[in-house]
């Protein structure tokens, strides 16, 4: 009877702990919106999965709880919630306002346009956005390359797989002279990060159109500091940048090596994937 009763014991504290980690996860990330319930759901777990991947490399509580995602159920629903910049009604995903009013907006274009893999690194990108409210003024290339890099970081795909077509020119011999720039906009005050096109298999064409090779070429920098020196030091760039140190005292301060060295490394560095 005791063995018995120390089982049912055990058993009972472990649907209780199971229950608490659900609750701690519901608590974490809130999700809503117009779109199917399915949907829903999906955009739950992946939005766990996000701030995970997140707080694996920008640190733990880097992201103001509850993470909040906006599921729209049409486009113009969509254009309404994210103020109707042109720049971002094409995007998969923006994130909309700053500090403790962040939250992410996505398409519902999304859904068919991307792959399971595609919608959460495109969620992974957003999020990562919402750790970085708050910072000054950062090059979009760096802001947006970071958010790249966030949400690739752990795909077992090659770098050349992901970016597709945005290295098309550079293999043509259209080899970048300076830091990319995958555009970024604002609207009524309010900070507007578009989604990158990020596809996760699918091609980039379908995911986002030319404004992807901003984007890619932007994560490919950051890939490239982050292999040559660590990602560490990828991190440090970006908090030296955002509290406003400029980029050619910013690159010998952290890597030690002017920032035109830099930029001819990763020049070289294209070339070879």
Do not use: K, N
């Not at 406003?244 to 930029?263: I, R, Y």
């Amino acid at each position: 009877m005791g063995t018995a009763q120390g089982w049912l014991s055990r058993v009972g504290a472990a649907v209780v702990a199971v229950l608490l980690l659900a609750a701690c996860a519901e608590a974490q990330t809130e999700v809503r919106g117009t779109a199917p319930q399915e949907r829903v759901e999906a955009y739950e777990a992946m939005t766990v999965t996000a701030l995970e991947r997140v707080e694996a490399l920008w640190g733990e509580e880097s992201v103001v709880r509850p993470v909040e995602v906006v599921l729209p159920g049409t486009a113009e629903e969509f254009a309404e919630l994210t103020g109707g910049a042109p720049a971002s009604q094409q995007a998969p995903a923006v994130t909309v306002g700053t500090g403790d009013d962040a939250h992410v907006v996505v398409h519902p274009d999304s859904w068919d346009r991307l792959t399971t893999e595609g919608r959460q690194a495109v969620l992974t990108h957003e999020v990562t956005h919402l750790s970085m409210q708050g910072d000054g003024p950062v090059p979009a290339w760096l802001g947006e390359g970071l958010a790249e890099y966030t949400a690739h970081r752990t795909s077992e795909l090659a770098p050349a797989a992901i970016a597709g077509s945005a290295l098309d020119g550079v293999r043509a011999g259209d080899v970048p002279s300076g830091w990319p720039e995958p555009g970024a906009a604002t609207h009524g005050g309010a900070a507007t990060h578009g989604g990158a096109a990020t596809h996760g298999g699918a091609g980039p064409e379908e995911s986002g159109g030319p404004s992807w090779r901003g984007y890619a070429l932007s994560w490919l920098a950051c890939a490239y500091l982050a292999e040559t020196w660590s990602e560490e030091q990828l991190r440090e760039l970006y908090d030296v940048v955002s509290d406003g140190t400029p980029l050619d005292e910013a690159f010998p301060a952290v890597f030690g090596v002017a920032e035109s060295e830099a930029l001819r490394g990763w020049a070289d560095w294209l070339s070879t994937l």
